[in-house]
């Protein structure tokens, strides 16, 4: 039983590899696009700069549109290095519900006043081996969803816990042992039937061209596979 298990692990292994180059071949159609689109307006604003008798005003306008575009284009390449390459992670042992109060101090910056968030964490810490850099990238990730989902207003629940398993999910069977749970849900637009199933695929998006990328989540499963965790 066991080494068939390690053979489907394999093969999915093999699959998501698979799956994941030819992501990476996408590249050229879609992203290779909005990066395009980013050099064009570092482009624009340069030779806007080059104008004589500029005011001091556009002056700065240009530069500061040429700041933001390079580190839109910066976060891209970094987005898609990090998918690219299987990503060498550092664990390390931290409280998740710790991080979680951390990173929805953040979170709360860019989600706007008008969507609450609440956080259920228990008294006792909840300690985990994981890559914590990546763990609160995911959780970033995954508020962000749920901002855009909601539209601007509205709640978002994280609650952190401990559990006694991991349950079935998709091929895996269900595996016992001490793990933590973080919950997160919101009061958005949900999710489409035919749409969850692919929810973690790359570069798979509902969104207008220039606001997602659709790697938010293909980030969220690597981490957590990779991490000897999982998500549903
Ligand atoms: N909380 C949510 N509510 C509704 N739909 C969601 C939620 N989270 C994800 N989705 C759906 O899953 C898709 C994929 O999410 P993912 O985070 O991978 O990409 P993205 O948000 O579109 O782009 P990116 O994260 O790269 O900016 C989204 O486009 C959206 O359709
Ligand atoms: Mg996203």
């Given at each position: 039983e066991r080494e068939g298990a390690d053979k489907l692990a394999l093969a999915e292994d093999a699959l998501r590899q698979a799956q994941k180059m030819e992501a990476v071949g996408q590249l050229t159609g879609g992203v290779a696009h909005d990066f395009n689109n980013l050099l064009t307006v570092i482009r624009g604003s340069v030779d806007l700069l080059r104008r004589p008798d500029l005011s001091e005003d556009r002056r700065v306008r240009y530069i500061d549109a040429i700041g933001d575009t390079a580190d839109r284009a910066a976060k891209l390449t970094g987005q898609l290095l990090a998918f690219a390459r299987r990503q060498s992670l550092k664990p390390e042992t931290f409280d998740c519900g710790e991080s979680i109060a951390d990173v929805v101090l953040m979170v709360h910056t860019l989600t706007g006043s008008r969507i609450v968030i609440e956080t259920v964490v228990p008294d006792d810490p909840c300690y985990v081996l994981a890559d914590k850099g990546q763990f609160d990238t995911a959780i970033i990730n995954m508020s962000v969803n749920a901002r855009d989902a909601m539209d601007g207003e509205g709640k978002l629940t994280i609650v952190v816990g401990p559990v006694s398993g991991i349950p079935e999910i998709r091929m895996h069977p269900p595996i016992a042992g001490d793990f933590v749970a973080v919950t997160i849900s919101d009061t958005g637009c949900g999710i489409s039937p035919e749409n969850v199933a692919r929810?973690?695929?790359?570069?798979?998006?509902?969104?207008?061209v220039g606001k997602g990328t659709g790697l938010g989540l293909s980030q969220v499963i690597g981490f957590a596979k990779q991490s000897d965790g999982d998500i549903r």
């Open positions: 929810i973690f695929e790359p570069f798979f998006t509902t969104k207008d």
